[in-house]
């Protein structure tokens, strides 16, 4: 199998130098006036002047392998996830992996022995690629979803239903992509957008939410930019539709540049500043 970006192991993608995420921004490409622009009766832009913009895909393809990091998938707080059971880590990894509905439990049983049968020497490369133990690797791989993207592999991490996402860097919020909620706005305290409201948190990250098609849908819900899962029925056939039509639309938003105007960071700058604060002489007198 070949090894992809982000891969334990896998080969760095040639960065040419472009280690600051924005200067892909100054790049240009020529092109020539579309029919869009005939159409407006907008005079066309010189080519010099339409700079080429990265997509998001592009930005994690060509990241991954120097961050070390993986592409996330944040599930709803573990509260939310009680009212939405289909919502739950288990049930949507078995889902989005294997295109197969189970209720939490069953689907608990069978992360178990994925777990189980990983490979020692697969557990081992993780473990030395990440920097993690070998308890945490095998935890990471379990929980890990391998999508193939334009001939590129990515690896998609299914974050746990009780992972507190204030506990996330600026770095990996820039990794985040699919996000499946619940109907109650309190969710989105966390998220470095510049209102924490629904409109900025789905321009940066896609939303999700998932129901059994019988269940009436939340009012927020439906006044949200998210796309709407509804499981049918249980049987292989529907279940694969969902799965399926997941990554069709995680795809299409990947393929997009991300607005990076939206992020607000202040929150990590405010704890970056208090720590570089210089401590008064009775105060460092009083470190153990």
Do not use: C
């Not at 199998?1 to 240009?28: F, I, L, M, T």
């Not at 022995?113 to 020692?120: C, F, Y």
């Not at 039509?245 to 700058?269: G, H, I, T």
């Amino acid at each position: 199998e070949a090894e992809g970006a982000g891969a334990p192991g896998g080969k760095r993608p040639v960065d040419n130098g472009a280690n600051d995420e924005n200067s892909v921004d100054a790049k240009r490409q020529k092109t020539s006036s579309s029919a869009n622009d005939v159409s407006s009766g907008s005079a066309p832009q010189p080519a010099s002047s339409l700079a080429v913009q990265e997509t998001l895909l592009q930005e994690l393809v060509r990241r991954a392998a120097r961050d070390k990091k993986q592409p996330l998938i944040v599930t709803p707080p573990t509260g939310l996830k009680n009212q939405q059971p289909l919502m739950a880590r288990a049930t949507l990894l078995v889902l989005l992996k294997d295109g197969v509905y189970m209720p939490e439990d069953k689907a608990e049983e069978v992360v178990r022995t994925m777990a189980e049968r990983i490979d020692p020497q697969d557990v081992n490369k993780a473990a030395k690629w990440y920097d993690l133990t070998d308890k945490e690797a095998r935890e990471r791989l379990t929980w890990t979803i391998r999508r193939t993207f334009d001939g590129q592999e990515l690896f998609f991490y299914v974050l746990p239903n009780s992972q507190n996402l204030n506990n996330l860097t600026p770095l990996e919020w820039r990794y985040v992509t699919a996000v499946f909620v619940g109907p109650k706005t309190w969710q989105f305290i966390p998220y470095p957008v510049k209102a924490s409201d629904a409109a900025h948190v789905f321009t940066l990250y896609r939303g999700f939410y998932m129901k059994h098609e019988s269940e009436k849908l939340p009012p927020p819900i439906s006044q949200w930019n998210v796309e709407v899962l509804n499981l049918r029925a249980t049987s292989k056939h529907e279940t694969m539709f969902v799965k399926e039509r997941f990554w069709s639309v995680l795809e299409a938003f990947l393929r997009k540049p991300r607005d990076r105007v939206l992020y607000n960071w202040s929150r990590w700058e405010s704890r970056s500043k208090a720590q570089d604060k210089p401590k008064s002489p009775d105060k460092a007198a009083r470190q153990p």
